[in-house]
């Protein structure tokens, strides 16, 4: 069948629009990745993957658990007298029992310092069905919601795509480390409203992405008081809540709600997932957590889009209420978490690369603007081709997430081993030039310009398959083709 | 300022309807053999329960599956990982083969057009938000499966236009009917943007003829921008003749000269077929690229877990297993829809002469004191609360005719469907009785039922909107 105008009059104004997201000029770097992936003994030379935020780094703990476990699945002869109930089991309040696991994680999460009522919680097909389903219920077509920049660039496809609400972003400057003020958030606040724009709520990631930080209580309780005042919802994407890996702990907002005063509940709405903190995104497992009563009721029949699949959610129930297994892979993850990142971040420290200090997340916020050659945008997309092509990392431009300021860049470590951050490290020393005691050929620096680049009124949809959730397979993996 | 969306505030979810609250009435007193006797008998539920077995025992040959493993390799790690909207290859092909052989290998589906989302529920909405723009408008034939009100029309913003048909042609799809609804929609000025069918028939258990499927295929030929959607999600509970005819075989009968193969969509899911509505695992099949792209896009919002779509690769790629099972599925559904026929003659009630489904098309005009909604919706009041059986009366359904109801026979026991048909015989022979010696005393008596407030029929509801 021939693709022509003909065929986008049949479709919807939303199946042809770009709001996807995925019509990016970052696809080179995902290109450049699966044309020529690393492998450390098949392809040492190849490009290594630093755009993707998964946590692979506790893969072992769960497996374990699970072999330890056969109960905890329905197809084993241990637990296949569930099979029945379990599959024919579609109910969209959700197994009790994996409500309830997940109040308890969450719980736990947060060191036991705020309880979850599992009667809150619904169903999301991740983090990315829960955000739409969030945003459904919350927003009409046209209605805005602020968005502290930089932020996750799928954001776009999953808060404004099919529910044709927009996003406003409150501008972050790293003078003080992309700190949210208040003032920001009043100015994008009066700038939407002067320009007629119905600002329903703001959206904020805690721990942050890109920045692989956490909010500070005072900084949070600030928010609560401006979403308080302004009479707008606030959602708090909390799916990185568990890779806090040292302190400042996490705060929650669950935690500094009752210390706002007059504080309306109904205002308050957290989304949650296990694709980061646990590192099972193909589960698909998303919550959305709502002190609205209204949102909880009605939310919940919409949850019946994007169930949690009752065979994960059985497994799930059970791993999560392991209180034993839970503690003991939250402090280890913390553990190896932390451990990662010390050896990625103190080994560009000799180079004199630095990072947003972080604590949480599974990437650093990389500062390259010195090594700009314009500090400009432009100057941004030529170094990160340049990374591409020449250093072969795929590490994503901070333009992607809606950065102010050029020069930034994502760059995650938890989705490879040691060995492969030690090559990493290496590569990004000597493309410093460190290592040869030569200069940077600045030079180098003009090739390879083979796409324009796109104007920033275009940021807003420019993203990357690897950068969103879900994504394009991994190459070399086996489940990739079919047998 | 409102606080929360239209959407969230409003009933087009189609959730006050009768339908479901027929199943919150249940739940408050659901029946049990052994605890609760006396209580209500759930038959508004189509679900497929006759065959679990030949699943399990399936899982207990196949150990590998359940521990993560291939081979005898774990695979944990790129299970867990793996979130690729495209779908599982080797699940995706094992589906297209499950699918084919259930209409008898006369078509075949290519896997790259076959797009995974979380069960039907999310494959018809996904649907929808391709093809159709808010305001615009698909019509169904009538009756049709109560959720559609929820899956198209929802968050999506579309509208459903029916086709009314009647028993007087056993609800058949006819012409008139088909350009009536047309006519009707740009009464309204809607636009159409195509017509959605099930078939097999949710809540008839028909199939839909060869003429029916010609009749749809030649009205959205002439229309050029109009899809046919066909909801095929019990077409492996096809039963007896005269057999299932998927859309797709028309098309590749008519060799699709008419070039609309680009215009028809399937829908699939193995929530019925294989009775496992809680795996989430529906599909949308189409020949359109430019959907097929759409669509899978959109489902990041609803994928099948990757632990599941392991398990049914794994489940459905062993074809001794799926032949068998389709085979020996179809002898149970049949053998249980004789016994809910023979059951209900012997409570002198007929049934739709069905030949696929989870459930009968029930005739009970001779029930009804009048033919009114008002009678067909007094009378579900008592099957559900003094016979003790919910059922789904046909005005959920969006029936045109007041006195048909939908009774499901394959989510329990035999000895449950037993005791279910002895109760209507009971219920009828009594109210014939009461009936007859009202007659006699001259006084016509109503029994007096409890205060029930409800949102009536489903014209009414769906324009509702709490504001």
Not at chain 1, 155 to 181: G, M, Q, Y
Request: proline share 4%; with cysteine.
């Amino acid at each position: 069948m021939a693709l022509g105008t003909n065929s986008f009059q049949l479709l919807s104004n939303i199946a042809t629009n770009d709001k996807h997201g995925e019509n990016s000029p970052y696809f080179d770097g995902w290109k450049a990745y699966e044309s020529n992936p690393f492998h450390p003994t098949k392809n040492p030379q190849g490009v290594i993957q630093m755009g993707l935020a998964e946590n692979q780094l506790c893969f072992d703990l769960i497996e374990e658990w699970i072999i330890n476990n056969p109960k905890a699945s329905i197809c084993t002869p241990e637990g296949v007298k569930w099979f029945k109930y379990i599959a024919n089991f579609q109910d969209y309040h959700g197994l009790p029992e994996f409500r309830n696991a997940v109040a308890n994680f969450m719980s736990k999460v947060r060191g036991g310092r705020v309880r979850f009522d599992p009667d809150r919680i619904l169903m999301g097909g991740g983090a990315t069905g829960a955000n739409e389903l969030i945003m459904f219920c919350l927003a009409d077509p046209g209605d805005a919601f602020l968005v502290p920049s930089p932020y996750y660039p799928a954001f776009v496809r999953d808060l404004c795509w099919r529910t044709k609400a927009r996003l406003i972003p409150v501008e972050c400057h790293s003078s003080n480390n992309f700190n949210i003020t208040r003032e920001a958030l009043e100015e994008a606040y009066s700038k939407a409203k002067d320009g007629n724009i119905n600002v329903k709520g703001l959206i904020i990631t805690n721990p942050s992405n890109p920045l692989g930080t956490t909010m500070d209580r005072e900084t949070l309780k600030s928010i609560v008081g401006f979403i308080n005042e302004k009479n707008i919802h606030l959602v708090c994407d909390e799916i990185y809540a568990a890779t806090v890996f040292r302190a400042p702990c996490f705060v929650s907002v669950s935690e500094v709600m009752q210390d706002v005063e007059h504080c309306n509940k109904d205002l308050i709405h957290i989304v949650y997932s296990l694709s980061k903190d646990l590192g099972i995104p193909g589960f698909r497992v998303g919550i959305v957590y709502s002190y609205n009563d209204k949102v909880v009721n009605n939310g919940r029949k919409m949850s019946s889009f994007g169930l949690v699949s009752s065979q994960t959610q059985y497994l799930l129930a059970a791993l999560l209420s392991d209180d034993e297994f839970v503690e003991r892979f939250l402090a280890e993850s913390a553990r190896r978490l932390a451990a990662r990142h010390n050896h990625f971040t103190k080994g560009l420290e000799k180079v004199n690369i630095t990072c947003l200090p972080s604590n949480a997340g599974l990437f650093v916020w990389m500062n390259l603007r010195g090594l700009l050659k314009e500090k400009t945008f432009e100057g941004e997309m030529m170094l990160w081709r340049v990374i591409i092509n020449e250093v072969k990392l795929n590490v994503s431009p901070g333009s992607a997430f809606n950065c102010s300021e050029p020069g930034w860049y994502r760059v995650c470590f938890d989705n490879m081993d040691d060995e492969t951050v030690d090559v990493a490290v290496k590569r990004i020393r000597a493309f410093v030039g460190k290592e040869t005691g030569k200069p940077v050929e600045l030079k180098r620096w003009k090739s390879n310009l083979r796409l324009s680049f796109s104007s920033r009124r275009f940021d807003e949809n420019v993203m990357s398959p690897h950068m969103m959730s879900p994504h394009s397979p991994m190459p070399h993996s086996p489940l990739v083709r079919a047998t | 300022m409102r606080l929360l969306s239209t959407k969230a505030t409003c009933n087009s979810h189609g959730q006050d309807s009768s339908y479901f609250l027929g199943w919150q009435e249940y739940e408050k007193n659901p029946y049990d053999e052994i605890h609760n006797p006396k209580g209500i008998i759930q038959m508004g539920l189509a679900e497929n329960q006759l065959s679990f077995d030949l699943l399990e025992s399936w899982l207990a040959k196949n150990p590998d599956v359940a521990g993560f493993k291939r081979d005898g390799k774990s695979i944990f790690r790129e299970l867990a990982l793996f979130q690729d909207y495209h779908g599982l290859p080797s699940f995706k092909k094992a589906l297209v083969d499950f699918m084919a052989e259930i209409r008898g290998n006369k078509v075949t589906f290519d896997p790259d057009h076959i797009v995974l989302t979380a069960g039907a529920t999310s494959a018809n909405e996904t649907l929808m938000f391709c093809l159709a723009d808010q305001g615009e408008a698909f019509l169904l034939p009538t009756p049709y499966y109560p959720g559609f009100d929820r899956d198209l029309k929802w968050r999506t913003g579309a509208e459903i236009v029916p086709i009314q048909c009647t028993s007087s042609n056993n609800f058949q799809i006819t012409e008139t009917a088909l350009k009536q609804a047309y006519e009707e929609a740009r009464k309204r000025n809607l636009r159409v943007k195509g017509v959605l069918v099930t078939n097999p028939s949710n809540p008839l258990g028909t199939t839909m003829s060869r003429s029916e499927l010609n009749l749809l295929v030649d009205f959205i030929k002439e229309k050029t921008d109009m899809h046919l959607i066909s909801d095929e999600i019990y077409s492996g509970t096809v039963f007896s003749s005269p057999g299932f005819v998927s859309v797709m075989e028309i098309l590749k009968e008519r060799n699709d000269t008419d070039g609309i193969g680009n215009r028809v969509h399937v829908v699939y899911s193995l929530s019925k077929d294989l009775g496992l509505p809680g795996f989430r695992v529906g599909a949308i099949y189409s020949e359109n690229d430019t959907v097929v792209a759409a669509a899978t896009k959109m489902s990041s919002f609803g994928l099948v877990s990757s632990q599941t779509q392991y398990l049914l690769s794994a489940m459905l790629g062993d074809k001794k297993f799926t032949r068998n099972y389709i085979v020996e599925n179809q002898k149970r559904l049949k053998r249980r829809q004789r016994m809910m026929v023979s059951g209900l003659q012997k409570a002198g009630i007929s049934c739709l002469e069905s030949n696929a489904g989870l459930f009968c098309w029930v005739d009970m005009r001779h029930l009804l004191h009048s033919n009114t909604f008002e009678a067909e919706m007094e009378l579900w009041k008592k099957i559900v609360y003094q016979v003790g059986l919910n059922i789904s009366p046909g005005s959920s359904c969006h029936c045109t005719e007041p006195g048909w109801f939908r009774v499901c026979f394959a989510n329990m026991s035999e000895e449950t469907l037993t005791l279910a048909m002895k109760r209507l015989k009971n219920f009828v022979v009594e109210s014939t009785c009461t009936q007859r010696s009202a007659l006699f005393n001259g006084t016509s008596k109503r029994k007096s039922l409890t205060k029930w407030v409800f949102r009536l029929s489903s014209r009414d509801h769906r324009e509702q909107e709490e504001r």
